[in-house]
């Protein structure tokens, strides 16, 4: 069955440190995708990046990177010289085919807590 | 372009009682998923609803049940509550066919349901 691993319950971290947040995912599916999301404290949980199983090239979107890595099932997530606004809890999920019944299979979320 | 819209935001029931939370997605979005988020289990998913259909379903007991209307619009209804129905409700809407276990989601705020 697939799951989604994100060890790192909370991380605090002074302004302008980059800091990554990790995500280790397993499932059986060939196609697969992977997802960041982040959620303020306001609650509405926010998109910020999708990846398909066949496309392993890293992506940066300003101070935001993501690495994706098949042969290690990782999908980590990195924030450059970060800033009091980027504090969230951050979700990695996973979904793919029959082994994730069509489903979001969510991990438990990083509380990243970003300090002036 | 509006959001999703959840409401109520807060709400508090009794054990035994029944509740209805509201969700309307964002215009033109067809499908709604609903995921309940707790801080011991963390998010799980509910059921999804594309065009009046659900689509599919979490491991959640009967009591659990929502529906869809014409206009888009899902409504997600908990009977004969328990103590450990206390969570927030999460919706999101989808503008993918093939729902958001591929695409992007938009969410909610999320209706906190308190159940004493």
């Known amino acids: 069955a697939q799951k989604v691993t994100q060890a790192q319950t909370e991380i605090s971290v002074v302004e302008k440190e980059d800091v990554t947040l990790d995500c280790v995912y397993e499932t059986r599916d060939t196609t697969y995708y992977l997802f960041w999301y982040k959620q303020p404290p306001s609650g509405e949980l926010v998109f910020l990046i999708r990846?398909?199983?066949?496309d392993e090239q890293n992506e940066i979107s300003g101070r935001y990177s993501w690495n994706f890595q098949k042969s290690t099932s990782s999908f980590n997530f990195t924030i450059t010289a970060s800033q009091v606004v980027d504090s969230a809890v951050y979700f990695c999920?996973?979904?793919?085919?029959?082994?994730?019944?069509?489903?979001?299979?969510w991990g438990a979320g990083t509380k990243l807590i970003i300090k002036p | 372009k509006a959001g999703v819209t959840q409401t109520p935001r807060y709400l508090i029931k009794t054990r035994g009682q029944q509740v209805t939370l509201s969700c309307s997605p964002i215009s033109g979005h067809r499908s709604v998923s609903w995921y309940q988020q707790t801080p011991g289990q963390g998010l799980q998913f509910l059921f999804e609803y594309f065009s009046e259909t659900q689509r599919n379903k979490g491991n959640f007991p009967g009591r659990f049940s929502g529906r869809q209307f014409s206009n888009s619009r899902s409504e997600m209804n908990v009977s004969t509550l328990e103590l450990g129905d206390s969570a927030l409700y999460l919706c999101?809407?989808?503008?993918?066919?093939?729902?958001?276990?591929?695409?992007?989601?938009?969410f909610g705020e999320g209706s906190r349901l308190t159940v004493l």
């Open positions: 990846r398909n199983s066949f």
């Open positions: 999101a809407s989808s503008f993918s066919p093939s729902g958001g276990n591929t695409g992007e989601l938009f």
């Open positions: 999920a996973l979904s793919g085919g029959v082994d994730s019944n069509y489903q979001l299979i």
